[in-house]
């Protein structure tokens, strides 16, 4: 065991370490991502840190800010927390800038010298190089974490029962009201039904067949996780479903808001595209269909991609109400990110008696260039929840099943609606909050149509082909592989087809150049109009 009593001195850290045992665990990129850490200036939980490296998943995994999404929820204010495989510390910043204090556990020197820089600058911290199973404390904690780190006792636990030992040597560092957090692959996720790799086999269909009946790397399905924390004594547990994992995080819901809203966490599951971290793969079927099947039968909770778990040995734990003071105080049932703009935004949905409000607010500051933006700005106004399914999905219900009259019946009713509902004095041009009203969110219900989730203030103009360009570069990507059978080659020509039903004269190229003005002011980087076009075709 390698123990890190961090001090703080004057412009540099000093580390004491004793020698005890570690672990063999490499993914192999280490080093690189120390020489990162060492260079970044900015090491904030909410901060991306060499985002241009992000097309390299491992670094993505270690350096982005989505790591954090998966807790970010929860509230640490004064807690001491262990968490055991602390790997490069993407998410022991986070409980680091939160927590009164932190004791990150790590099992190899090379990791551990990657979670030194990514915490250099932050003195109420431990660091301790160790096998989990060979720590020895008298100290009890708040809060014990695995954060992709259950799944491995498999392999670096010496036991005959090797997750229920992981288990309950994780119990045994807690309080007698302390919390265990697990965030964990779904042995049963839809992605991997829909044939992408298991996350630590690189093989398809290898978990949901069972895995071999070894002692390996080895996920569970919700039920399985649960029966095994009561087993070892941790039988209050929340159940919190991420999407599309636990790894990069997007969307957090309670498993409560999952079970009395289905339709929409199935819309929501299905709206993060499932990544194979292994090759690329394409999914065997359409998952934003199958969610929405599995969601009437009642079953979507059982196939989230992971889960968080948030187990405590007693029901009323102080530890557990302090952890979840903004989903119980604030009554907010999901949270959702967004990722890669200048400014990001944390989408709540709070209960409101048996309905739920959407509040948006930024994720930490409001951008400073709000008033100096020439294209859009954004701005929050809560709306009702709609429980029912999105446009978007009827469209590629329609397209799947090769139903070319209601595809092509739907998309004229709905952009007519679009135009009368939107219609100004000026036949060209549209009122301005019609940038939003795309069918992602739009819903149609009993011959009408809703729209919801306005939240961009437009700055400009916007004509009828240009809103007919940015609906189909923007919401009907995913129905490229279905134009084909209905006479259209690419998105362009289904564009230049809606532009000459309506008596449009369609302009590409100007279109391209102001979607690329609009990407750059929110996101605070280029899409090429070489590469929307691309996009068309």
Same mark, same amino acid.
């Given at each position: 065991?390698?123990?890190?009593?961090?001090?703080?001195?004057?412009?540099?850290?000093?580390?004491?370490?004793?020698?005890?045992?570690?672990?063999?665990?490499?993914?192999?990129?280490?080093?690189?991502?120390?020489?990162?850490?060492?260079?970044?200036?900015?090491?904030?939980?909410?901060?991306?840190?060499?985002?241009?490296?992000?097309?390299?998943?491992?670094?993505?995994?270690?350096?982005?800010?989505?790591?954090?999404?998966?807790?970010?929820?929860?509230?640490?204010?004064?807690?001491?927390?262990?968490?055991?495989?602390?790997?490069?510390?993407?998410?022991?910043?986070?409980?680091?800038?939160?927590?009164?204090?932190?004791?990150?556990?790590?099992?190899?020197?090379?990791?551990?010298?990657?979670?030194?820089?990514?915490?250099?600058?932050?003195?109420?911290?431990?660091?301790?190089?160790?096998?989990?199973?060979?720590?020895?404390?008298?100290?009890?904690?708040?809060?014990?974490?695995?954060?992709?780190?259950?799944?491995?006792?498999?392999?670096?636990?010496?036991?005959?029962?090797?997750?229920?030992?992981?288990?309950?040597?994780?119990?045994?560092?807690?309080?007698?009201?302390?919390?265990?957090?697990?965030?964990?692959?779904?042995?049963?996720?839809?992605?991997?039904?829909?044939?992408?790799?298991?996350?630590?086999?690189?093989?398809?269909?290898?978990?949901?067949?069972?895995?071999?009946?070894?002692?390996?790397?080895?996920?569970?399905?919700?039920?399985?996780?649960?029966?095994?924390?009561?087993?070892?004594?941790?039988?209050?547990?929340?159940?919190?479903?991420?999407?599309?994992?636990?790894?990069?995080?997007?969307?957090?819901?309670?498993?409560?808001?999952?079970?009395?809203?289905?339709?929409?966490?199935?819309?929501?599951?299905?709206?993060?595209?499932?990544?194979?971290?292994?090759?690329?793969?394409?999914?065997?079927?359409?998952?934003?269909?199958?969610?929405?099947?599995?969601?009437?039968?009642?079953?979507?909770?059982?196939?989230?991609?992971?889960?968080?778990?948030?187990?405590?040995?007693?029901?009323?734990?102080?530890?557990?109400?302090?952890?979840?003071?903004?989903?119980?105080?604030?009554?907010?049932?999901?949270?959702?990110?967004?990722?890669?703009?200048?400014?990001?935004?944390?989408?709540?949905?709070? $209960?409101? +008696?048996? !309905?739920? #409000?959407?509040? /948006? =607010?930024?994720?930490?500051?409001? %951008?400073?260039?709000?008033?100096?933006?020439?294209?859009?700005?954004?701005?929050?106004?809560?709306?009702?929840?709609?429980?029912?399914?999105?446009?978007?999905?009827?469209?590629?219900?329609?397209?799947?099943?090769?139903?070319?009259?209601?595809?092509?019946?739907?998309?004229?009713?709905?952009?007519?609606?679009?135009?009368?509902?939107? $219609?100004? +004095?000026? !036949?060209? #041009?549209?009122? /301005? =909050?019609?940038?939003?009203?795309? %069918?992602?969110?739009?819903?149609?219900?009993?011959?009408?149509?809703?729209?919801?989730?306005?939240?961009?203030?437009?700055?400009?103009?916007?004509?009828?082909?240009?809103?007919?360009?940015?609906?189909?570069?923007?919401?009907?990507?995913?129905?490229?592989?279905?134009?084909?059978?209905?006479?259209?080659?690419?998105?362009?020509?289904?564009?230049?087809?809606?532009?000459?039903?309506?008596?449009?004269?369609?302009?590409?190229?100007?279109?391209?150049?102001?979607?690329?003005?609009?990407?750059?002011?929110?996101?605070?980087?280029?899409?090429?109009?070489?590469?929307?076009?691309?996009?068309?075709?």
């Amino acid at each position: 065991m390698i123990y890190f009593n961090l001090l703080i001195i004057p412009k540099f850290l000093l580390f004491i370490s004793s020698v005890c045992a570690s672990i063999k665990y490499k993914d192999g990129r280490e080093n690189e991502v120390a020489d990162i850490l060492k260079k970044a200036s900015n090491l904030a939980s909410t901060t991306d840190i060499a985002p241009e490296k992000y097309d390299q998943f491992l670094l993505k995994y270690h350096l982005s800010s989505i790591r954090s999404n998966a807790i970010r929820h929860l509230n640490f204010k004064g807690l001491d927390v262990l968490e055991l495989g602390a790997g490069m510390g993407a998410c022991s910043r986070f409980i680091a800038e939160n927590a009164a204090h932190l004791t990150a556990l790590e099992g190899t020197e090379e990791r551990m010298n990657s979670l030194r820089e990514r915490l250099r600058d932050l003195n109420n911290w431990d660091g301790i190089v160790s096998n989990y199973q060979d720590f020895k404390t008298d100290k009890k904690y708040d809060v014990v974490c695995f954060f992709g780190v259950f799944e491995y006792a498999g392999l670096y636990i010496d036991s005959v029962n090797p997750f229920e030992h992981a288990l309950n040597l994780a119990k045994s560092f807690l309080k007698e009201d302390g919390v265990l957090l697990i965030t964990i692959e779904n042995k049963n996720g839809l992605k991997y039904f829909a044939g992408l790799s298991e996350d630590h086999h690189p093989l398809p269909y290898y978990g949901i067949c069972g895995y071999p009946e070894t002692n390996d790397t080895k996920t569970f399905s919700k039920k399985e996780m649960v029966d095994m924390l009561k087993k070892c004594g941790l039988s209050f547990t929340d159940i919190h479903h991420l999407a599309p994992d636990y790894k990069l995080t997007k969307a957090v819901m309670t498993d409560e808001f999952v079970q009395n809203r289905p339709i929409v966490a199935a819309n929501i599951m299905s709206n993060y595209p499932f990544e194979d971290y292994y090759r690329k793969t394409k999914e065997k079927f359409q998952t934003k269909l199958s969610s929405v099947s599995l969601a009437k039968s009642g079953l979507i909770g059982e196939f989230s991609n992971s889960y968080l778990f948030i187990s405590s040995p007693i029901r009323d734990s102080k530890v557990k109400k302090s952890l979840l003071k903004f989903v119980e105080d604030g009554k907010v049932s999901s949270f959702l990110y967004t990722h890669g703009r200048k400014n990001n935004i944390v989408t709540k949905f709070i $209960k409101n +008696n048996n !309905d739920y #409000i959407v509040h /948006k =607010e930024w994720l930490t500051t409001e %951008p400073k260039d709000q008033d100096k933006r020439s294209f859009v700005k954004n701005k929050f106004v809560d709306t009702p929840l709609y429980d029912d399914l999105d446009l978007k999905y009827l469209f590629l219900n329609y397209a799947y099943y090769g139903k070319k009259k209601e595809y092509m019946s739907l998309l004229f009713k709905y952009v007519k609606f679009i135009f009368d509902e939107y $219609k100004t +004095n000026d !036949d060209s #041009i549209l009122k /301005k =909050e019609v940038f939003d009203a795309l %069918p992602n969110n739009a819903i149609f219900k009993n011959d009408q149509f809703f729209l919801l989730d306005e939240k961009h203030e437009v700055l400009f103009d916007i004509t009828k082909e240009f809103f007919l360009f940015h609906l189909v570069l923007n919401d009907f990507k995913e129905l490229k592989p279905f134009l084909k059978s209905f006479g259209f080659k690419t998105l362009k020509d289904l564009y230049k087809y809606l532009c000459r039903k309506f008596g449009i004269k369609p302009k590409i190229k100007r279109c391209a150049k102001l979607e690329s003005s609009i990407y750059k002011e929110l996101f605070g980087k280029s899409w090429e109009i070489k590469n929307i076009l691309a996009d068309l075709n």
